[in-house]
């Protein structure tokens, strides 16, 4: 018989044990994979096989959950944000190493990760961190059907807990006053007006450098937000291409950071040396960035407490913003863009309760005018 070529494969059962094995050579070596059945070495030959046409490393027939992820994890780390890259990393080292780690990636099945699930939820999770675990487990998961390592993506497999779309509270006009009025002279009273006048995000907000802000024309150019991971910071990109927006200042924004401008320079020339310039508009004493969990404990929190407004989180004041502009009759498509969402179906979806009302405001008005029509008539 002739020699067999470099990347075909054969399959036998062994008469010492009855285990069905699989051979196949790459190169110059020879890899073997073993099952107990014929169909479950023809799968490991099969993505054998396909990795070496790939041109990507055969994976090893005992390769764990634990190994594989440790990989993706670092080929990963380029190509997300550094914020999304350590949120993917403490999901899966908390919630899914531990637990799955051991298992050989080849033969993790539904029924792991559908236990797994149910673990986090009796655990006190909520449906939702479960879906975001799900997700990035789904993805490690693709990433291997890609690279030619598993035949199948099991995650698609699972049935997943049901969500509820979260509860948020709005201020109402009456409440945004109180809020105001309770920030006068506080350091960062501009953060607060920009928040429930512009609908930006914090980490927005806290990445806003003098550069993006123009005086003349009343307006703000969104470019990037605020990261922190570890010990450092940086401003990366913004949440998404739509975020990357022009927002025009209401009158009462435009005041609010031009008097924060003034203060900033008095403080400059008070902490002296001490000033890092970093040509941030939020800053600490030093010109350092603010941490978002400083800003809620040592300043939001107590502003709160001081105009007697329930605890609304922070991004509560963009949604604020959000059903302030859609309850005055601003467009919703405007509102979208002023947002920085990445379609106004989103803005339209999230604030339907607003829209709804509009509608009928607009289905008055025709009632109105078709009204006028058939008296003149």
Known sequence: MARRANGEGSIRRRPSDGLWEARVTIGTKRRSF???????????????????????????????????????LEASRSSVRPTTWDKYRRDLELHVL???????????????????????????????????????????LAQAVRWGVVGRNVADLVDLPQTQRSN????????VRLLLNAAEGDP??????????TGMRQGELLALRWRDADFERGTLTVNGTLHRIGGGWSIGEPKTSRSRRLVVLPEVGRAALQRHRVAQVEGRLSAGACWQENGLVFTTAIG???QPGNVLRRSYRPLLERAGLPPVRFHDLRHTAATLLLGQGVHPKIA?????????????????????????QAAGAIDTLLAGDRGAG
Do not use: C, N
Request: glycine share 6%.
């Open 34 to 72: 073993y099952g107990k059945t014929r169909e479950a070495v023809h799968k490991q030959l099969v993505v054998a096989m396909k990795a070496h046409q790939d041109g990507v490393p055969v994976p090893p027939q005992r390769e764990s959950v634990r190994s594989f992820v440790k990989g993706w």
């Open 98 to 140: 531990p637990f799955l780690g051991g298992v050989p990636l080849s033969r993790l099945s539904p029924q792991h990760l559908q236990r797994r699930y149910g673990e986090m939820l009796k655990a006190g999770l909520s449906a939702r961190s479960v879906l975001h675990v799900h997700a990035v487990v789904h993805r490690v």
């Open 168 to 175: 948020w509270q709005v201020l109402d006009a009456a409440q």
């Open 188 to 197: 960062l009273e501009a953060l607060y007006v920009l928040a429930v006048t």
């Open 288 to 290: 350092t960035p603010l």
């Open 336 to 360: 979208s863009e002023m947002l920085g969402h990445s379609t106004v179906a989103i803005t339209l979806d999230l604030y339907s309760h607003v829209t709804e009302s509009m509608q009928r």
